[in-house]
């Protein structure tokens, strides 16, 4: 995990990718729990199924380029279905592409995970 990614980015930037990741899980948490109470025969629910799973990996910062790349491609599914408005999906996978993109920050759990390590010798 540490190879994709030069930094863990914590700050500002760090802050912005946490609210990114909380948003984008949130939205793919809820959207999956509405689609599996609403389940017919016409509107696939798979994909929104697949899609809250990839949002609890993203609410939790575990896995994000796996989770944002999934949530790309699940959305990308959602829109060629042709069911309901296209925006939300297509803003959806704009945002699960770029935490793929851009990683997940310093507030994540790949980041205690596989974040840079600071070894000390022993005696200091």
């Not at 935490?99 to 600071?118: N, T």
Request: charged share 10%.
């Amino acid at each position: 995990m540490q190879r994709l990614f030069s930094t863990f980015a914590d700050g500002w930037p760090g802050v912005g990718l946490l609210l990114q990741r909380l948003l984008t899980g949130a939205i793919l948490l809820d959207r999956g729990i509405v689609h599996l109470g609403q389940a017919s025969q016409f509107v696939p629910i798979t994909p929104h199924i697949i899609g809250a799973g990839a949002g609890i990996l993203l609410l939790a910062g575990l896995w994000t380029p796996l989770g944002g790349a999934l949530v790309a491609i699940v959305e990308l599914w959602v829109i060629s279905s042709h069911v309901g408005d296209p925006l939300l999906p297509l803003m959806l996978a704009t945002l699960g592409a770029t935490l793929a993109m851009i990683g997940p920050g310093a507030w994540s759990i790949d980041a205690r995970l596989f974040g840079r390590k600071h070894i000390e010798p022993p005696g200091y």
